[in-house]
């Protein structure tokens, strides 16, 4: 089975590079195992979206902003490993609930 491929694409009008490679590298550090690459595409006009294949996982106007890095952990690992613990990232999630 092939390895996903997460886009993270950001807008270069409101200097989000910064945001995106620091995203970029907390979800390469946490699914090391899990994902064949991260690709970072500049765009305009505000966006700033997570996708997965076809999967929008985070969508800054859809969802309202940036996410906490737990909510997109959680949100990538539905994807790509669903069955695998986040360790003190699901307890939190857990407790919020």
């Known amino acids: 089975m092939a390895t996903p491929r997460i886009e993270i694409t950001y807008c270069t009008q409101c200097r989000w590079?910064?945001?995106?490679q620091w995203y970029a590298g907390e979800l390469l550090q946490t699914f090391e195992?899990?994902?064949?690459?991260?690709?970072?595409?500049?765009a305009t006009g505000g966006v700033f979206r997570v996708d997965i294949g076809d999967k929008r996982v985070w969508n800054r106007k859809r969802?309202?902003?940036f996410p906490?890095?737990?909510?997109l952990k959680r949100r990538v690992r539905d994807v790509i490993a669903p069955g695998r613990s986040l360790g003190h990232a699901d307890g939190k999630a857990a407790a919020a609930e």
Not at 17 to 20: G, I
Not at 33 to 42: F, H, M, T
Not at 68 to 71: M, S
């Open 17 to 20: 590079q910064l945001r995106a």
């Open 33 to 42: 195992e899990e994902v064949g690459e991260i690709a970072l595409i500049p």
């Open 63 to 65: 969802d309202g902003g």
């Open 68 to 71: 906490e890095i737990t909510e």
